[in-house]
């Protein structure tokens, strides 16, 4: 490649081998010398070429793995409780994972230089969980253990961005088709295209509906799985990301663009869908092995990160204040030609958990927003107002020696009201009771705690300085059948337990064991999709029919069923006009999608009438030429 013959001219005789890692650039070393005092002439060629450049040793002047662990365990603080020493041989980098990795660190990083000087390894730190989770050390083996793969594909990428790379704007066409979510909520799914390029948006399913409403339409001409470059996954959620390990079953070998929090999470509730077909005798759409490919091929980046995905396309992820590691995409086509953002799902509120989405971008002539919560009623109660509502009847319960039953989607609100829960009980404003925790959810708080970067400063500080409202005693895990045997018999408690909309689950289970008796209270507060369990408990339903092990059920409801909407982890209705009142810059179009039809009517008109720009509402399967 040109970039790459260029810069190992200017270095003659320093460097070993130059690879490309996605969009950034690796030079491999075998000159000792060089690696430690090169810095400065690795600095000219960066201003030069405007792109990142790392160097590393090359393996044969690499310390020996069991020398280097040692060396670092010398190195860094006993203080900082480090967990586990990785090496991932073939790319020459130590991750350390560490309880305080700001003690790994160093002041101004001098612990980390330490490391490189005295080892050769290049180290990386990351924070281990506060709350053990099988899944996040799961994710690791795949990432490092045999390596030579993962090598090769990052320079594989890069090749192909670089291929054609110029740095002027380019003229081309930009086209937008819905495969998915287009006046519904559910299998949200685009694809953006270019002369060039083929850009997945998300891939999800709707797990209210029922045989081919599940899944995006992939049998459209546009659609060939061998032409797509890349997918871009907002976040975690099964109707985004649900369906992203069945196109690597299905022979996709591409890159897959997110945050590292919604890598984790998105294998996480990959293998709990594979859990929930078994439990109900169907056959699973893919298998774990699938979900070890996505997590092989992805590529994390950080809020704010700038990379290339294609020669016209560049990337930069910022918080969409949705759920842990939720992202907005904003896409910079041809250089600047044209600039679409794709902001997934949103809240543009604060939340215990999270800060507001970020409104203020580069710039801006196209944007996709959700409308969950778009039509004029949708206007959701001050946070305050309902979390006082939601204490007040969770008392009420308690004091009738009833039990609560929170069915939640497993990421995102579910933490919010354990924080809710846990601030209470430490407060005195609830009873010391225990709240069980059911299904994924648990891992998922595991998760949160090993990515506190993500959260709201809040909740953030309170784990740096060993606070962790996660780890709060109150918390019981729920693992077995017989311990939820035990939970369905015992006293008054919460239980918390996936899914939000009783579609599958374990708050199936409970709610079956909880209906007859008129104490016991369920809250919905998750979105609850057309024709799922969860919609008809909210429309006043008095007999229901519940999956069970044998077979189908009449259920009589005789427990309190109340909706709880003012902690969403969506924009209600005045949030999204605030959201684009707050814009800056404003877009030319708005694209509404994620939202059932009178809702994505609704907001697109007052967004028209509001901002008058043109407001697009497409249907599934429509394009839309974005320039």
């Known amino acids: 490649m040109e970039i790459l013959d260029k810069i190992t001219q200017q270095l003659s005789g320093k460097i070993k081998e130059a690879n490309f890692e996605g969009a950034n650039i690796v030079l491999y070393t075998d000159n000792e010398k060089f690696f430690k005092e090169g810095e400065g002439e690795i600095k ?23 020398t280097a662990e040692k060396k670092i365990k010398e190195i860094v603080p006993s203080d900082a409780e480090i967990t586990n020493v990785i090496f991932d041989v073939n790319r020459s980098i130590v991750i350390v994972e560490a309880k305080r990795p700001g003690l790994v660190i160093g002041k101004q990083g001098s612990i980390l230089d330490q490391i490189r000087q005295e080892t050769l390894w290049t180290p990386q730190v990351q924070r281990s969980s506060a709350i053990k989770s099988k899944i996040t050390e799961n994710i690791r083996e795949v990432l490092y253990a045999n390596n030579s793969y993962r090598r090769k594909f990052l320079n594989d990428i890069g090749r192909k961005i670089y291929k054609e790379w110029n740095p002027e704007k380019t003229d081309t066409w930009v086209r937008l088709t819905c495969l998915g979510s287009g006046r519904q909520v559910g299998r949200s799914c685009f694809l953006l295209q270019t002369k060039n390029s083929k850009i997945l948006l998300d891939c999800g399913i709707d797990v209210a509906s029922s045989g081919t409403d599940k899944f995006p339409y992939f049998d459209v001409p546009e659609f060939n799985i061998s032409e797509i470059d890349a997918i871009i996954l907002s976040h975690a959620h099964l109707d985004h990301s649900g369906l992203v390990p069945y196109l690597y079953k299905m022979g996709y070998k591409g890159p897959i663009y997110m945050t590292a929090p919604t890598r984790d999470i998105a294998a996480l509730l990959a293998l709990d869908f594979i859990g929930v077909a078994y439990k109900q005798a169907a056959t699973p759409l893919f298998a774990s092995k699938d979900v070890q490919e996505m997590v092989k091929h992805s590529i ?29 995409v904003h896409i910079n086509i041809g250089n600047g030609l044209h600039n679409f953002i794709y902001t997934g799902d949103m809240k543009y509120g604060h939340t215990r958990l999270l800060d507001p989405a970020v409104n203020k971008y580069p710039r801006v002539e196209s944007i996709q927003v959700e409308s969950t919560y778009g039509a004029k009623e949708d206007v959701l109660p001050p946070r305050r107002e309902t979390e006082a509502k939601f204490l007040q009847m969770v008392k009420e319960t308690i004091e009738k020696g009833g039990k609560v039953l929170l069915p939640e989607l497993g990421l995102g609100h579910a933490q919010e009201t354990l924080l809710r829960v846990e601030e209470a009980i430490r407060k005195g404003e609830l009873p010391k009771i225990p709240m069980y925790i059911d299904g994924m959810i648990w891992d998922i708080n595991a998760i949160h705690t090993a990515y506190p970067d993500f959260l709201s400063t809040k909740i953030r500080n309170e784990i740096f300085q060993d606070k962790n409202p996660f780890t709060s005693e109150i918390f019981a895990r729920v693992g077995s059948p017989q311990e939820r045997k035990e939970v369905v018999e015992g006293g008054p408690c919460i239980v918390i337990a996936t899914s939000g909309m009783l579609v599958g689950g374990a708050s199936v289970e409970y709610f079956r064991n909880f209906a007859d008796n008129p104490n016991n209270l369920v809250i919905l507060s998750s979105y609850q999709g057309p024709g799922s369990l969860g919609r008809k408990l909210q429309e006043g339903e008095k007999f229901v029919k519940v999956e069970s092990n044998d077979g189908v059920q009449d259920v009589e409801v005789k427990c309190r069923v109340e909706l709880v909407t003012g902690l969403s982890p969506h924009s209600g209705r005045n949030e999204l006009i605030a959201f684009f009142n707050n814009m800056y810059p404003k877009p030319k179009r708005i694209i509404v999608n994620h939202g059932e039809v009178s809702k994505s009517l609704d907001l697109a008109s007052a967004l028209y009438k509001l901002n008058r720009v043109e407001t697009v509402v497409p249907r599934t399967l429509e394009t839309l030429r974005l320039r």
Do not use: F, W
């Not at 994390?300 to 907005?328: F, K, W």
């Open 44 to 66: 000219k060629v960066v201003d030069e070429i405007k792109k990142r450049i790392e160097l590393r040793a090359d393996e044969k002047i690499l310390l020996s793995k069991e």
């Open 300 to 328: 994390c980046l950080n809020y704010n990160e700038v990379t290339d995905v294609m020669p016209d396309i560049r990337v930069t992820l910022y918080n969409a204040g949705h759920v842990l590691g939720s992202a907005q």
